[in-house]
Every structure is written in structure tokens, then in C-alpha cells.
């Protein structure tokens, strides 16, 4: 089965920084495209970075180009998203997402909260 492991969510002040894992088990993991979601309370999930199989290109949102870093290690079967001088417009659920074929698997999420 597909499994997918999001971790390393956490409570940060404005500036701060942390860094989220993705942990994958069931896939032949550096095969497949993967991404970064976020829902915010009171809106649509939306799409934040995405990565391809060797990690060799990414893409990120408007709102996080020049903050926040995807990246893979695909020995570990592993994603991360490194988050630096979050913002208070960052606090979210973040998720983890694959799609095989006409499948799409999600993990359960991390919460991200940014306070001062």
C-alpha cells in the first residue's frame, strides 16, 4: 500500500524557520513526481512546491519563491521542504502528494503555525 508520512511541523515566530519530511513506503519512490500542499483555515488547498523524479527541476508558488526550499533524497525515499522567514499568511496544514496513474495519495498532514 501507499503509504505517505508527513513530520516536522511545529509552532515558529514570525522569521523563523523549519523543516518538513516527507516519508514514502509502497512506491518506487525516484520514479514519481511529488509535491507540497497547504490548506489554511477557511480556504482551498493550494499547491506550494513540486519536485521531479530525480529532482532535477522544481516549481514553487508566488508566495514562497525565494523562502522555501523543496528537495529529495531518494536513497531515503524522502522529501523536505525547508521553510525560512515564515509568515504569519504560512500558518496551514501542509501535506505531502503523489500521483501514480489515475491515483492520487495524500498523507495526513503537519500543522505549521507562525505567531508571535
Aim: aromatic fraction near 10%; include cysteine; glycine fraction near 12%.
Amino acid at each position: 500500500q501507499v503509504q505517505l508520512a508527513e513530520s516536522g511541523g511545529g509552532s515558529v515566530q514570525p522569521g523563523g524557520s523549519l523543516r518538513l519530511s516527507c516519508a514514502a513506503s509502497g512506491i518506487t519512490f525516484s520514479t514519481y513526481a511529488m509535491s507540497w500542499y497547504r490548506q489554511a483555515p477557511g480556504k482551498e488547498r493550494e499547491l506550494v512546491a513540486a519536485i521531479t523524479s530525480a529532482g532535477g527541476s522544481t516549481d514553487y508558488a508566488d508566495s514562497v519563491k525565494g523562502r522555501f526550499t523543496i528537495s529529495r533524497d531518494n536513497a531515503k525515499n524522502t522529501m523536505y521542504l525547508q521553510m525560512n522567514n515564515l509568515k504569519p499568511e504560512d500558518t496551514a496544514v501542509y501535506y505531502c502528494k503523489v500521483k501514480i496513474g489515475i491515483f492520487t495519495s495524500w498523507g495526513q498532514g503537519t500543522q505549521v503555525t507562525v505567531s508571535s
